[in-house]
């Protein structure tokens, strides 16, 4: 599949009134063309005068394609719908944040693609390093001696390039770093006097093809003969499928390597889709944390096979507790080449028998030819879901909705409420999911939900996001860019008017000192008066839906959004959920429907 040809069709285009022929050329002009050199597809931007300069060689020495600017209301929203474009199409876009103030605005976001693990190519720019060429007061706060500190602890690599030569070598080694495994945001500063500067001739570009990241490191041979010895020969072989490409031939390869082992397979809810979730060998429903039922048969395990999963250390504690893993763990990843100490996103350490530093896709074909074929064992067969509670609209009735308005198309699901169980709905495919936003940051998902929709537009597959109403709130002004630029997807927000999780988390404070557990609501409601989201879409030229209150009204709801999308709209709908979760039911008591 040509990522090219799928994912990077043009959106709607701004163009502008075409330039005189140019006879001089300036900093930012070259800056410009590296980036087209790079096959940057699309710039999300919010703008600022730290960056005119390139701002102005993107529009009038560019003509605004090869990048195209995404103009964004907030530098949280361009970074984010970089990172969901990066999470859908597997290729890095660009996002552009004004001076030392963007850089903090698009802070959270940055750390969202970082534990992600997703390449992001940020650039910012700063007031002239040049103090006697600042004009007075402003470019004075918007210089810092040190810009890129304000995210050197999450992003992969950063600078401030102070020539132009230096900014060609600055963006090929970001690109580079950014796509090289583990992947992440990388940051370049670009100083307002270097871009404003009057260059003569365009200094010659790099030749990009020699700037490339790497091919996918293999792991040693003798570590993979020790391996597929310890999963030949196990008994009850578990494989955790976590981090993986949206890769198609990966998918089948994970798929085959199950079969041919007979391992039980669990996976991720926090991930996108990397295993079918409806085949016999997936063994619960894709969650965040385990149910006691799947601790039990994770216990039982002799051999764990862990493919860049998250929290291999957690998952395995949840299984034995404070006892010592039972099981051979062999790990497959190359995440520890990201770690530092700033942040702990690393999870803790787990106890390894065998560790491949590499990804999930170089060594997965490597065990399967490897590995001996293992007896088939008997499938598990869950019982089915238990009936929702009628009349009451909840997550799980949206989600019933939601799969029979579905049914036989092409979904990618971009966004899932913390109060979805991953029983809900089935993945068969690299793009029936993409996980979420990595870090926790809330108000991620409409700019995600974008990023992802911007990569699917024009293949016939129709984006949806389930998202929280805080999510939506704090994230909602990305509709706009996705409205302006011709950018269709639909967002149900389960709105039950509450930052529901932080009550739950009242609730066991209050309990655990017995005191009043009714309080739980106050300063977590967001009612009184409640805010009309369907309103709210409306006045970003997205269509609006809701509130729906009744489950009689809900699926001509969807119905209704689908065919809005269909035709090319920006669709949300406002389904005012009852506040409550289910992600606790257990692989033995839940089937996963669709």
């Not at 016999?280 to 039922?293: E, G, I, K």
């Not at 065998?354 to 088939?376: G, I, Q, T």
């Not at 598990?380 to 049914?407: E, G, M, Q, W, Y």
């Not at 609730?507 to 009043?516: D, I, L």
């Amino acid at each position: 599949m040509n990522a090219k040809e799928t994912f990077a069709p043009a959106v709607r285009p701004e163009s502008p009134v075409a330039s005189p022929e140019q006879k001089e050329i300036w900093g930012s002009d070259a800056i410009a063309a590296m980036l087209r050199a790079l096959d940057i597809p699309y710039l999300a931007l919010n703008p600022g005068a730290s960056y005119r300069g390139l701002h102005d060689s993107i529009v009038n020495y560019l003509g605004n394609t090869r990048p195209q600017m995404l103009l964004c209301l907030h530098e949280e929203s361009a970074v984010a719908i970089a990172q969901g474009y990066a999470k859908t199409s597997g290729r890095m876009m660009g996002a552009v944040v004004h001076s030392n103030v963007g850089l903090m605005h698009a802070s959270m976001a940055i750390f969202n693609a970082w534990c992600d693990r997703m390449p992001v190519l940020i650039l910012g720019a700063t007031g002239p390093w040049d103090a006697a060429k600042r004009r007075p007061w402003i470019d004075w706060i918007h210089t810092a001696s040190d810009q890129g500190a304000l995210v050197r602890d999450y992003t992969k690599w950063d600078n401030q390039p102070a020539s132009v030569p230096a900014a060609y070598e600055a963006i090929l080694r970001a690109a580079q770093i950014a796509n090289t495994a583990p992947r992440g945001p990388t940051y370049i500063n670009l100083d307002a006097a270097l871009q404003e500067a009057k260059i003569g001739a365009l200094p010659p570009l790099p030749d990009v093809k020699r700037h490339r990241a790497p091919d996918p490191v293999l792991p040693a041979a003798h570590l993979v003969d020790a391996a597929a010895k310890l999963l030949s020969g196990a008994k009850h072989p578990v494989i955790l499928a976590g981090r993986a490409s949206r890769s198609e031939s990966a998918w089948k390869q994970r798929v085959a390597l199950a079969e041919k082992l007979q391992a039980r397979v669990l996976t991720d809810i926090k991930l996108g889709a990397v295993f079918p979730t409806d085949h016999p060998l997936h063994a619960a429903p894709p969650a965040t944390f385990l149910s006691p039922d799947t601790a039990k048969m994770l216990r039982e395990a002799d051999v764990v096979l862990a493919l860049d999963w998250i929290d291999p250390a957690g998952v395995l504690k949840q299984a034995w507790g404070a006892e010592p893993v039972g099981a051979r763990v062999i790990q497959v990843s190359p995440d520890a080449h990201l770690h530092r100490g700033w942040s702990m996103d690393y999870q803790g350490l787990p106890p390894v028998d065998l560790y491949m530093m590499c990804e999930p896709e170089a060594a997965v074909p490597l065990l399967l030819d490897a590995v001996k074929a293992r007896p088939a064992a008997v499938a598990s067969n869950p019982t089915l879901l238990p009936d929702p509670a009628p009349d009451v609209v909840s997550i799980r009735t949206l989600a019933d909705a939601l799969n029979a308005a579905t049914k036989g198309m092409d979904v990618c699901i971009t966004r899932l409420p913390l109060g979805w169980n991953g029983a809900y709905r089935h993945f068969r495919h690299p793009l029936d999911y993409i996980g979420s936003e990595g870090g926790g940051g809330v108000g991620a998902g409409p700019g995600i939900t974008v990023g992802a929709a911007l990569a699917l537009k024009g293949s016939g597959r129709l984006p949806v996001a389930i998202m929280g109403d805080g999510d939506f709130l704090m994230g909602g002004t990305a509709l706009w860019t996705a409205t302006h630029y011709g950018i269709p997807c639909l967002i149900l927000v389960a709105n039950n008017r509450s930052f529901f999780n932080d009550e739950l988390h009242q609730e066991r404070v209050a309990k655990e000192r017995s005191r009043p557990v009714e309080n739980r609501w106050i300063g977590q409601r967001i009612s009184g008066p409640d805010i009309d989201l369907a309103m709210i879409a409306r006045a970003q030229g997205a269509e609006g839906i809701g509130p729906i209150t009744t489950v009689a009204e809900l699926r001509s709801a969807i119905d209704k959004g689908i065919q809005a999308v269909r035709g090319g709209a920006v669709c949300v709908v406002d389904v005012r959920v009852a506040p409550g979760y289910d992600t606790n039911l257990s692989a033995s008591s839940a089937s996963q429907k669709r």
